[in-house]
Each structure stands twice: as structure tokens, then as C-alpha cells.
T-cell receptor, first 113, second 114 residues
Framework: AQSVTQLDSQVPVFEEAPVELRCNYS??????LFWYVQYPNQGLQLLLK??????LVKGINGFEAEFNKSQTSFHLRKPSVHISDTAEYFC???????????FGPGTSLSVIP | DVKVTQSSRYLVKRTGEKVFLECVQD?????MFWYRQDPGLGLRLIYF???????EKGDIPEGYSVSREKKERFSLILESASTNQTSMYLC?????????????FGSGTQLSVL
């Protein structure tokens, strides 16, 4: 069965510093990969997705992620964070377009002024 | 702007009560989903539906049922609420052909069962 690991449950970072949120998945087949963000008191919204093609994926709000098949990773990065990036971030995986999405446990990003 | 609306933001119920959680989407999406979100566990799929009157079990369907009588509405039912069903419940939808490529989420219902 597929699973998603987010090694860091909480990541504090100072404003304007870079950040990387780590995500590893377990799968022996091709996968679709996603990052979702949940701002306080809101539902989740899609940040970016990898379906195929270029391994570097750019998303909204200046975030990007890199798919690394050999390391089964899909880490999320941003070169300079803002206070407004404070949120919960979820990595997710799916085998195909018609398979259920498996979510990781989430990483809470806190941006410190 | 696309919208998934969950009827209640907070709900407090007693053990043994029958609970209805309502979700409505205005995007004419075929697919609708119910997840529960617990700290440290992420989101877990309870049930989903890919058409009116159709439903499929997700990973944790025990203790829950669903109803989809109209395309825009997907209800989650707790037949006899228990304290271990205290959780945040999230509804989501997606259009045909984009089954999971982009899920649109509601803002959630925090259910407390006492």
C-alpha cells in the first residue's frame, strides 16, 4: 500500500529565510504527487502537482517542488517565506488519475517575524 | 469562484446521537469525497461518490454512511455518534476527468462528541 511520510511535524522559520518541507513516499509504481496547503480555519487548497514531465514543478505563492524518483521524494521549497505562509502543508500521492489520494500527516510551518 | 460549502463550522453532539454533516458544491462536479482530519494522521478517506446515488467506501468507513440524492449535495451520516468520532471533517469535490488532479475542499466541520 502507498504511504506518505513527512518527517517534520513542525518547522519554525524566520521571515524572508528559505524553507524546505520534506516528503517521502513509498511506491514501486509511477505516481502522481501533490502538495496542499491549509491556512488557519480553512480547507485545503492545491499548491502544486507533479503528474509527468519536468521534475521541477512550480506552484502558487512562489513555492516549488522537485520530484526525485530514485529517492522517492517530493520536497517543497520556497526561497523566501512571508508571515502569510504560516499554515499546515500536506504532501499527497496517488497511483493514477482515478485512484484515491493518500495524504501525509502534515507539516506545520510557522513563520517568525 | 468555485465553492464547497459545509453547513456547520462547529458541531457538538452527545454519544449515541444520529449526526448529519452536509456538503454542497456549486461547480457541477461529479466526484465528491468525505475525509476526516486528525492531528498527526493527516486526512483519511471515509467515503466517496462519483455520481448521484453512487457511493464507494474509503479507508475508514466503519461507523459512517453517506447519501447523495442530488449532484451538488453529499451528506455524511454518523448513525450513532461515539467519542472516537470527534474530529475535523472535510468535504471535497472534483470534476470528471480530473478525479484527483485537483480536489476542491470545504472549510471543514469540527465535530465534538461528548
Amino acid at each position: 500500500a502507498q504511504s506518505v511520510t513527512q518527517l517534520d511535524s513542525q518547522v519554525p522559520v524566520f521571515e524572508e529565510a528559505p524553507v524546505e518541507l520534506r516528503c517521502n513516499y513509498s511506491s514501486s509504481v509511477s505516481v502522481y504527487l501533490f502538495w496542499y496547503v491549509q491556512y488557519p480555519n480553512q480547507g485545503l487548497q492545491l499548491l502544486l502537482k507533479y503528474l509527468s514531465g519536468s521534475t521541477l514543478v512550480k506552484g502558487i505563492n512562489g513555492f516549488e517542488a522537485e520530484f526525485n524518483k530514485s529517492q522517492t521524494s517530493f520536497h517543497l521549497r520556497k526561497p523566501s517565506v512571508h508571515i502569510s505562509d504560516t499554515a499546515e502543508y500536506f504532501c499527497a500521492v496517488s497511483k493514477t488519475s482515478y485512484d484515491k489520494v493518500i495524504f501525509g500527516p502534515g507539516t506545520s510551518l510557522s513563520v517568525i517575524p | 469562484d468555485v465553492k464547497v460549502t459545509q453547513s456547520s463550522r462547529y458541531l457538538v453532539k452527545r454519544t449515541g446521537e444520529k449526526v448529519f454533516l452536509e456538503c454542497v458544491q456549486d461547480m457541477d462536479h461529479e466526484n465528491m469525497f468525505w475525509y476526516r482530519q486528525d492531528p498527526g494522521l493527516g486526512l483519511r478517506l471515509i467515503y466517496f461518490s462519483y455520481d448521484v446515488k453512487m457511493k464507494e467506501k474509503g479507508d475508514i468507513p466503519e461507523g459512517y454512511s453517506v447519501s447523495r440524492e442530488k449532484k451538488e449535495r453529499f451528506s455524511l451520516i454518523l448513525e450513532s455518534a461515539s467519542t472516537n468520532q470527534t474530529s475535523m471533517y472535510l468535504c471535497a469535490s472534483s470534476p470528471t476527468g480530473m478525479w484527483n488532479e485537483k480536489l476542491f475542499f470545504g472549510s471543514g466541520t469540527q465535530l465534538s462528541v461528548l
